[in-house]
């Protein structure tokens, strides 16, 4: 448990709590409690939220401390800081009031794991059928996929690639990380 984050309660635990010394043998972190949205509305509905929710597949867009990561034609994940899904959940239902749409706090749903390095993409395409090379997967990018047969999102960013992992399985996928 450790240092205490702000909005998250104290005796909160995370999934991978741990394994940090095990994550960080091979240039990984938890992110841990960070805040997951998951937004289903009209794409055209989008320019109320005050958000850039991403069109194009497979990728994600940042506004101020917000990140949106494309799921499906009408579905985003929305991400931030620890303790801000409160706060997000009532912001966007303000936003969609009237509109056909759905917000849920999934916060609890995922670890997020956070692997950085140069090896990290040859790491993580032993087990993922995705091309990695940075020719065709670059920061701003995100993917549903599968890693050593887990159902994981894959988010590039600039300097690393963020892996968020059902809590249930982030056990496993660590073990495989160490594996491979």
């Known amino acids: 448990m450790g240092d205490t984050i702000a909005g998250v309660p104290p005796f909160a635990r995370s999934p991978l709590a741990d394994r940090a010394a095990d994550l960080a043998a091979f240039g990984a972190m938890e992110i841990r409690f960070l805040t997951q949205v998951n937004l289903r509305v009209d794409p055209a509905a989008a320019a109320r939220l005050g958000l850039a929710i991403p069109t194009v597949a497979n990728t994600w867009r940042r506004t101020g401390g917000r990140e949106a990561l494309w799921l499906g034609p009408d579905e985003w994940l929305v991400v931030a800081e620890p303790g801000s899904a409160p706060a997000i959940v009532e912001e966007l239902e303000r936003a969609l009031n009237g509109l056909h749409h759905s917000v849920v706090d999934v916060s609890a749903d995922r670890a997020v794991v956070e692997l950085a390095g140069d090896e990290r993409r040859e790491l993580l395409s032993r087990g993922c059928g995705l091309d990695l090379h940075p020719r ?12 050593a047969r887990i159902p994981v999102l894959l988010q590039e960013r600039e300097q690393a690639t963020r892996v968020f992992v059902r809590a249930s399985f982030s056990g496993h996928l660590v073990d495989w990380l160490q594996s491979a």
């Open 136 to 147: 065709s997967w670059r920061d701003g990018e995100c993917a549903q996929t599968l890693l």
